[in-house]
T-cell receptor, first 115, second 114 residues
Framework: ETGVTQSPTHLIKTRGQQVTLRCSSQSGHNTVSWYQQALGQGPQFIFQ???????GRGNFPPRFSGLQFPNYSSELNVNALELDDSALYLC??????????????FGPGTRLLVL | AQSVTQLGSHVSVSEGALVLLRCNYS??????LFWYVQYPNQGLQLLLK??????LVKGINGFEAEFKKSETSFHLTKPSAHMSDAAEYFCAVSDRGGYNKLIFGAGTRLAVHP
């Protein structure tokens, strides 16, 4: 069984640029959530996709957007990058069967540095 | 709204000593609670979760946590620390908004000394 994978592992961008991060969910999972983990902090929920539709969103501006594809892989896009966007971006997948008590399985993350 | 507080950003123990990592939650409904571990340069791995079936929850790697409603706590313990337990530990509560959003604490970094 393949776990959650993310690409790239590291990325350096400059302020104002755009970035796309990718996530492949665990086999059999149809739900993908994205989290931002700033240095020294806990992860913060960005949004979740369920069967290709946005299913919930955290307190992040519209320049954070996403997609989920028919194979349930997902992308996180961030436009007009700001220095504060520097963080570890984590993707998590789940089966969508157990609601709020469901376990989310996390990928290794993409570390983004904005200069 | 649900929230989580982890007391102590850094905890240091000797190998073989008891590990106690503290987590208090705030929730207006019966909570679902999780403990995750993050090793350096890795994602989060689930240690255990509480979903109201039993107040004492056993997880992987010898960890367990006890849900205490009267104290609004879900502390993580391990009887004997091992060097490999050195990592960052996060307590999280499910938002209960219907779409499985996790709200994390700030984390506790555990150091284990020989």
């Amino acid at each position: 069984e393949t776990g959650v994978t993310q690409s790239p592992t590291h990325l350096i961008k400059t302020r104002g640029q755009q970035v796309t991060l990718r996530c492949s969910s665990q086999s059999g999972h149809n739900t993908v959530s994205w989290y931002q983990q700033a240095l020294g902090q806990g992860p913060q929920f960005i949004f979740q996709y369920y069967r290709e539709e946005e299913n919930g969103r955290g307190n992040f501006p519209p320049r954070f957007s996403g997609l989920q594809f028919p194979n349930y892989s997902s992308e996180l896009n961030v436009n007009a990058l700001e220095l504060d966007d520097s963080a570890l971006y984590l993707c998590a997948s789940s089966s969508g069967l157990a609601g709020d008590q469901e376990t989310q399985y996390f990928g290794p993350g993409t570390r983004l540095l904005v200069l | 709204a649900q929230s989580v507080t982890q007391l102590g950003s850094h905890v240091s123990v000797s190998e073989g000593a008891l590990v106690l990592l503290r987590c208090n939650y705030s929730s207006s409904v019966p909570p679902y609670l999780f403990w995750y571990v993050q090793y350096p340069n890795q994602g989060l791995q689930l240690l255990l979760k509480y979903t109201s079936a039993a107040t004492l929850v056993k997880g992987i790697n010898g960890f367990e946590a006890e849900f205490k409603k009267s104290e609004t706590s879900f502390h993580l313990t391990k009887p004997s620390a091992h060097m490999s337990d050195a990592a960052e530990y996060f307590c999280a509560v499910s938002d209960r908004g219907g779409y499985n959003k996790l709200i994390f604490g700030a984390g506790t970094r555990l150091a284990v000394h020989p």
